[in-house]
């Protein structure tokens, strides 16, 4: 079974700093996707990034992007230029490619942005 | 555009009493979800559903019952409540398999 490894329950960055947020996975798959999502305090989920195993080049949006490293099966987000806005829960998830419907999330990491 | 809207918010059950979350979709969606969050925890599947008519359990679906009669709709029916079933609740959708899931903002439910 897939498993997603967020080994940093808390962070905290400066307003305008950059963080980097830290998720390992578990797989025998080849073929497979993963997602980082935001919780804020409103509770809803929303989709940070995307990021697809087959493709080499990391993805990037805007502020956040990732650095996917498949042989190591790491996954972080780096957050550059950090807002207010940006505390929130962080979870990093997986979802396999073929056979089971499942998002397979990590516990998540706290992070805390200071003015 | 709604997206996913989930019914009620918050709603607090005694031990034994049944109810139902309503959650329904206005992106024409295919796929539908119910997550669980526990505290300090990721999300965990109940059910989902590929379509109407079809529905199938996930990793946690004990206590549960869903049913997917429409696209838009995906209701999560709990039997007899129990103190275990205190969590929030997602519900989620997505237009194929691997897309994006866009969530509800999620029901906080407490049985006393």
């Known amino acids: 079974a897939q498993t997603v490894t967020q080994s940093q329950p808390e962070m905290s960055v400066q307003e305008a700093e950059t963080v980097t947020l830290s998720c390992t996975y578990d797989t025998s798959e080849s073929d497979y996707y993963l997602f980082w999502y935001k919780q804020p305090p409103s509770r809803q989920m929303i989709l940070v990034i995307r990021?697809?195993?087959?493709?080499?080049q990391n993805a990037t949006e805007n502020r956040f992007s990732v650095n996917f490293q498949k042989a190591a099966k790491s996954f972080s987000l780096k957050i550059s230029d950090s807002q207010l806005g940006d505390a929130a829960m962080y979870f990093c998830?997986?979802?396999?490619?073929?056979?089971?419907?499942?998002?397979?999330f990590g516990k998540g990491t706290k992070l805390t942005v200071n003015p | 555009n709604a997206g996913v809207t989930q019914t009620p918010k918050f709603r607090i059950l005694k031990i034994g009493q049944s109810m139902t979350l309503q959650c329904t979709q206005d992106m024409n969606h295919n796929y539908m979800y119910w997550y669980r969050q526990d505290p300090g925890m990721g999300l965990k599947l109940i059910y989902y559903s590929v379509g109407a008519g079809i529905t199938d359990k996930g990793e946690v679906p004990n206590g549960y019952n869903v049913s997917r009669s429409t696209t838009e709709d995906f209701p999560l029916r709990l039997e007899l409540a129990a103190p275990s079933q205190t969590s929030v609740y997602f519900c989620?959708?997505?237009?194929?398999?691997?897309?994006?899931?866009?969530f509800g903002q999620g029901t906080r439910l407490t049985v006393v």
């Open positions: 990021q697809e195993a087959y493709k080499q």
């Open positions: 998830a997986y979802r396999s490619g073929g056979g089971s419907e499942k998002l397979v």
């Open positions: 989620a959708s997505s237009y194929y398999r691997v897309a994006e899931a866009f």
